[in-house]
């Protein structure tokens, strides 16, 4: 079955350090996303892209975060200037568009990768 | 009001029990509607959508309240590979790029 990937698993970094988080979504999806998830409270959402663009971004998702697609399969989360508060839990996710899907699901429904723990100290 | 809302457990039940779990919603313009699981600091995974109709997957049953704004999954015959956390998550539209908006879940331990 075909799974959204992220690199690295864990992050440390110092404050102040640019971060690149890195995702590969499910290949046939158009649709890629960044929630996080701070410990111990619930998922949030970032932001949404589509077709090279950013189709929708939460307040939290403020000047100091970016997100490019390099290329034909990578989907990447850049924070500029990290902070304390920026440690969390980092999930990219995919969806596909249109009808039908893998195992027999709705093409617009979300899944998520394993996530890149940030740890900014 | 929270936009999702759900009871945060634990809920502590014996194998083989029935547990049901209460999600509500805010926005009334919400279209589509999940079910997630998720394991201690693992990744959100998708357990099921859920259908106006109401739908079945196994022993799990998920059902959805428009008026009441109101959805809910049953657990039937529990196993201890259930105990996580579940997540109730709303979508605006029935578009593939709108933002999932998430429950503090609830949270399943399932036990001998």
């Known amino acids: 079955e075909p799974e959204v990937t992220q690199t690295p698993s864990h992050q440390v970094t110092q404050m102040g350090q640019e971060v690149i988080l890195r995702c590969v979504p499910i290949?046939?999806?158009?649709?890629f996303y960044w929630y996080r998830q701070i410990l111990g409270q619930k998922v949030e959402f970032l932001v949404s892209?589509?077709?090279?663009?950013?189709?929708?971004k939460s307040e939290i998702f403020d000047d100091q975060f970016s997100v490019e697609r390099p290329d034909g399969s990578n989907f990447t989360l850049k924070i500029r200037s990290t902070k304390l508060e920026d440690s969390a839990m980092y999930f990219c996710?995919?969806?596909?568009?249109?009808?039908?899907?893998?195992?027999?699901?709705?093409?617009?429904?979300?899944?998520f990768g394993p996530g890149t723990r940030l740890t900014v100290t | 009001r929270k936009e999702v809302e759900q009871d945060p457990g634990p809920f502590n039940v014996p194998e083989g029990a029935t547990v049901a779990f209460n999600c509500t919603y805010s926005?009334?313009?919400?279209?589509?509607f999940f079910w997630y699981r998720q394991d201690c600091r693992k990744e959100p995974k998708l357990l099921m959508s859920?259908?106006?109709s109401g739908n079945e997957d196994g022993r799990f049953t998920a059902q959805l309240n428009r008026a009441s704004q109101y959805i809910s999954l049953l657990i039937r015959d529990s196993k201890l590979s259930d105990s996580a956390t579940y997540l109730c998550?709303?979508?605006?539209?029935?578009?593939?790029?709108?933002?999932?908006?998430f429950g503090t879940g609830t949270q399943l331990k399932v036990e001998l």
């Open positions: 996710a995919s969806s596909g568009t249109g009808t039908g899907g893998f195992s027999g699901g709705s093409s617009y429904e979300q899944y």
């Open positions: 290949s046939n999806h158009l649709y």
């Open positions: 892209f589509y077709n090279n663009e950013i189709s929708e």
């Open positions: 926005n009334s313009a919400s279209q589509s």
């Open positions: 859920v259908y106006s």
């Open positions: 998550v709303v979508r605006g539209s029935t578009g593939g790029g709108n933002k999932l908006t």
